[in-house]
Structure formats: structure tokens, C-alpha cells
């Protein structure tokens, strides 16, 4: 705050008089061990006039950074135990800068859990053996989802979709244990896009059997069975030790859902409606070109960096917890996050924070194009990512 300025033998002077900021910090959960996260939620107490520059915890109790940086949009920050931390309760102080620069001191509380042993099935979570498959195309289980648009692929030409299923990954989970996989990493199970994105070349036709281009993040693709099917695939997996890691995508949907779209959907086949477009109403960015706030490969971009936005598009993940949970309890361990480069932090820690408070033991790996031991692009030790595709190797 400063008083009035005044004049003293002809000089302006001002005084400063610095205004307290009261930080306080609340984890949770409040006790996690190596396998787990919590999120730390910061509150601030100061005078309105007074403005932060930089928010930020010290970890090193739990072996992370020094100064991790907490968004001054969130204030709050998922945290992680590195696995040589010893148990018990653990300081973690806070500093918070203002804009004249000072210093704001105040402090969060974390309790570092015993490891305990679960069983013949028990691994830390970076001891993952990973195999990674296309659903669509590892095995086809059950037929009679082969075609549920009625669509009429040509299974000859390899853009179209081949059969694959959850079905046809739970037939052979044995297969895969033999291999000595613990975790299956599969592509997008949500809801895609329908008509051949090259309708004009017959010859070559692609369709969406990937998943990376969602029409509906709230239903699953029925290519690739129903949610029984999807819940006996965790049921059994999780009952051989192993662990589902499904990929999602934040950063944009399927071609053909921006609204200068409508016209086209007389004249290409299974084209997006106006019901699909409307899903995402006002959530779209208009072209662009931009690494984070532009469009990749042409595909309509969420604005990621507007909060309702980002809300809805983490809701739309966030909420596949509980509608993968079983009635036996298990559900998916992991998210894959593609495309990472191309959405600004904000949201990355906002969709950690989330997962964390749905599941602390959840886990996220991000593919961040480029990224390996060397350099991280920032995302590891940061409240983003627990781990990244490493491109070196």
C-alpha cells in the first residue's frame, strides 16, 4: 500500500508500507505413498489491491523440486512422493511473490505412507510392462459389432475398420500374461467420427478405427463393444495383476464438427449432423496455426485455455472413472494423453488435479512430440505429467 503522495523540499516521495498475504496449504489426501498423488490447494488471504507474480511449493521433503510453480489461476497443484522418501509427516513450505516483489511465506502438511505389499500381482507403477495395440486391430472377439452403422466396410482396403473388440483383447489376456505384459495401453474407446475422411478416393478409404477423431467423449465407440464388454475386459485384466491404460485426447475432436461444416452434411455419406456439431457449440477455435492455439492436421481444436471450456472437456475424461468401475470396484488405472504440446499447462495441471481427486493412485503419461531423458519439455515434476513417451529411444 503507499500513503498519498507528498512533497519534501521539493521531491515526491512514497512511502511503501507492505500489506501481509496470508498462505495456507491443504492436501489431499492427506497421507499417500509412492504409488499415489495429492493435490494441494493453496488459500490466500490478502489485501485486494495486492497481486500476485508467482506461487510456488518446495517438495524437496518428498524428494521433488525445490520450486515447483503453482498456477495463479487454480492455486492449487497435484504433488507426487518420489519412492525414496521415508514415512512420516512431512512441511511443505509455500512462498507466494507479489508485485512489488516481496516474499509471502506460509506452509502445507503431506504424510508420506508405509509401501505396503498386495500380493503376488503387486508392481510399482513405473514398473509397467506395457503392450500397446489398436483395439481394432489386435482381435476380433465378437462379430456382431463389426459394422454397427450398418456402413458396409470393405475389410480388404486397410483404412477401414478390420473388427477388433474388447472382447477380442479379453480372449487373449492369457496370451498377454504369458508374454509377461502387466499393463494393455488402448487407443480411445470414445465415440468417433463415421464417414471415410477420403470419400473422395475410393480406392482409399479411411475411416476413424484409430479413435483419435471423438464425435461424443461420453459414449463408447460400438465398434468396439458395449460397457459390459469393456467392464469384463478391467474385470479380467485386473484379476490376472494387470493394469488398462486408455488413451484420451483433450485437444480436439473428429473432422467435420465445426459449425462451417453444416453444409457439407448432404453431400459426403455419414457425415456429422447438426446434432454432433451442437455438442460442441461454442468450444471450437476457428483455424489457426499456432503450436498450442491453432489446429493440428486441420482438426477442430478446443479452446483449451477458456475455463468452461476446460472444464467440460476434463469432465468428459475425468467422468470414464466411474462409468469403467465395476461392480467388483476396479475401473482403468491409467490415462495416455496424446497430442500434450499442442494444449497450454493450465489445463494439464487442472486435468491432473482432478484425476488425482477422483483416484490418487490414477496415473497420466503424456505424448509430447520430441520429448525424452534429456529434456522433458517441462511437464515432469511439474503437477502435468507422471510420465512421457520417450521419443529418443
Same mark, same amino acid.
Given at each position: 500500500?503507499?500513503?498519498?503522495?507528498?512533497?519534501?523540499?521539493?521531491?515526491?516521495?512514497?512511502?511503501?508500507?507492505?500489506?501481509?498475504?496470508?498462505?495456507?496449504?491443504?492436501?489431499?489426501?492427506?497421507?499417500?505413498?509412492?504409488?499415489?498423488?495429492?493435490?494441494?490447494?493453496?488459500?490466500?488471504?490478502?489485501?485486494?489491491?495486492?497481486?500476485?507474480?508467482?506461487?510456488?511449493?518446495?517438495?524437496?521433503?518428498?524428494? &521433488?523440486?525445490?520450486?515447483?510453480? /503453482?498456477?495463479?489461476?487454480? =492455486?492449487? +497443484?497435484?504433488?507426487? !512422493?518420489? @519412492?525414496?522418501? *521415508?514415512?512420516?509427516?512431512?512441511?511443505?513450505?509455500?512462498?507466494?511473490?507479489?508485485?512489488?516483489?516481496?516474499?509471502?511465506?506460509?506452509?502445507?502438511?503431506?504424510?508420506?505412507?508405509?509401501?505396503?505389499?498386495?500380493?503376488?500381482?503387486?508392481?510399482?507403477?513405473?514398473?509397467?510392462?506395457?503392450?500397446?495395440?489398436?483395439?481394432?486391430?489386435?482381435?476380433?472377439?465378437?462379430?456382431?459389432?463389426?459394422?454397427?452403422?450398418?456402413?458396409?466396410?470393405?475389410?480388404?482396403?486397410?483404412?477401414?475398420?478390420?473388427?477388433?473388440?474388447?472382447?477380442?483383447?479379453?480372449?487373449?489376456?492369457?496370451?498377454?500374461?504369458?508374454? &509377461?505384459?502387466?499393463?494393455?495401453? /488402448?487407443?480411445?474407446?470414445? =465415440?468417433? +467420427?463415421?464417414?471415410? !475422411?477420403? @470419400?473422395?478416393? *475410393?480406392?482409399?478409404?479411411?475411416?476413424?478405427?484409430?479413435?483419435?477423431?471423438?464425435?461424443?467423449?461420453?459414449?463408447?465407440?460400438?465398434?468396439f463393444g458395449t460397457m459390459e464388454d469393456f467392464?469384463?475386459?478391467?474385470?479380467?485384466?485386473?484379476?490376472?495383476?494387470?493394469?488398462?491404460?486408455?488413451?484420451?485426447?483433450?485437444?480436439?475432436?473428429?473432422?467435420?464438427?465445426?459449425?462451417?461444416?453444416?453444409?457439407?452434411?448432404?453431400?459426403?455419406?455419414?457425415?456429422?449432423?447438426?446434432?454432433?456439431?451442437?455438442?460442441?457449440?461454442?468450444?471450437?477455435?476457428?483455424?489457426?496455426t499456432d503450436t498450442v492455439q491453432g489446429e493440428?492436421?486441420?482438426?477442430?481444436?478446443?479452446?483449451?485455455?477458456?475455463?468452461?471450456?476446460?472444464?467440460?472437456?476434463?469432465?468428459?475424461?475425468?467422468?470414464?472413472?466411474?462409468?469403467?468401475?465395476?461392480?467388483?470396484?476396479?475401473?482403468?488405472?491409467?490415462?495416455?494423453?496424446?497430442?500434450?504440446?499442442?494444449?497450454?499447462?493450465?489445463?494439464?495441471?487442472?486435468?491432473?488435479?482432478?484425476?488425482?481427486?477422483?483416484?490418487?493412485?490414477?496415473?497420466?503419461?503424456?505424448?509430447?512430440?520430441?520429448?525424452?531423458?534429456?529434456?522433458?519439455?517441462?511437464?515432469?515434476?511439474?503437477?502435468?505429467?507422471?510420465?512421457?513417451?520417450?521419443?529418443?529411444?
Open positions: 500500500m503507499t500513503d498519498p503522495y507528498n512533497t519534501v523540499d521539493g521531491k515526491s516521495v512514497v512511502v511503501y508500507v507492505p500489506s501481509e498475504v496470508e498462505l495456507t496449504g491443504e492436501v489431499y489426501p492427506k497421507a499417500i505413498n509412492y504409488n499415489e498423488n495429492a493435490v494441494l490447494s493453496v488459500h490466500i488471504e490478502k489485501d485486494e489491491e495486492l497481486s500476485l507474480r508467482e506461487l510456488y511449493v518446495d517438495l524437496r521433503e518428498v524428494g &521433488g523440486p525445490e520450486k515447483m510453480l /503453482i498456477d495463479l489461476e487454480l =492455486e492449487e +497443484i497435484t504433488i507426487a !512422493v518420489d @519412492h525414496s522418501s *521415508t514415512a512420516g509427516l512431512k512441511a511443505l513450505p509455500l512462498t507466494a511473490i507479489d508485485q512489488f516483489g516481496n516474499a509471502h511465506y506460509g506452509e502445507a502438511e503431506v504424510e508420506v505412507k508405509t509401501r505396503q505389499f498386495v500380493g503376488d500381482a503387486d508392481f510399482d507403477w513405473d514398473e509397467a510392462r506395457i503392450y500397446f495395440m489398436l483395439t481394432d486391430r489386435f482381435f476380433d472377439g465378437d462379430s456382431a459389432n463389426n459394422d454397427p452403422y450398418g456402413i458396409g466396410y470393405d475389410r480388404g482396403k486397410p483404412g477401414t475398420y478390420q473388427g477388433g473388440d474388447f472382447k477380442g483383447i479379453t480372449d487373449k489376456l492369457d496370451y498377454l500374461d504369458e508374454l &509377461g505384459i502387466n499393463t494393455i495401453w /488402448i487407443n480411445p474407446i470414445v =465415440e468417433n +467420427i463415421r464417414y471415410d !475422411v477420403r @470419400h473422395e478416393h *475410393t480406392d482409399t478409404p479411411y475411416y476413424a478405427y484409430h479413435g483419435y477423431w471423438a464425435s461424443n467423449f461420453e459414449e463408447l465407440n460400438p465398434h467392464h469384463e475386459l478391467i474385470d479380467e485384466a485386473h484379476e490376472r495383476g494387470m493394469k488398462i491404460m486408455v488413451d484420451v485426447v483433450l485437444n480436439h475432436t473428429g473432422y467435420g464438427l465445426k459449425p462451417d461444416d453444416a453444409h457439407l452434411e448432404e453431400t459426403i455419406p455419414h457425415f456429422p449432423t447438426n446434432v454432433d456439431r451442437n455438442r460442441f457449440a461454442g468450444m471450437l477455435r476457428d483455424g489457426g493440428l492436421a486441420g482438426l477442430p481444436d478446443f479452446l483449451t485455455e477458456v475455463p468452461e471450456v476446460r472444464a467440460q472437456i476434463i469432465q468428459w475424461q475425468v467422468d470414464w472413472i466411474e462409468k469403467s468401475r465395476t461392480e467388483k470396484g476396479n475401473t482403468i488405472d491409467y490415462f495416455r494423453v496424446d497430442t500434450v504440446k499442442h494444449v497450454e499447462d493450465t489445463t494439464w495441471m487442472a486435468f491432473k488435479n482432478e484425476l488425482t481427486r477422483a483416484m490418487p493412485e490414477f496415473k497420466m503419461i503424456g505424448e509430447s512430440w520430441g520429448a525424452g531423458p534429456h529434456d522433458d519439455h517441462g511437464y515432469l515434476q511439474s503437477g502435468m505429467m507422471d510420465s512421457l513417451l520417450d521419443f529418443d529411444f
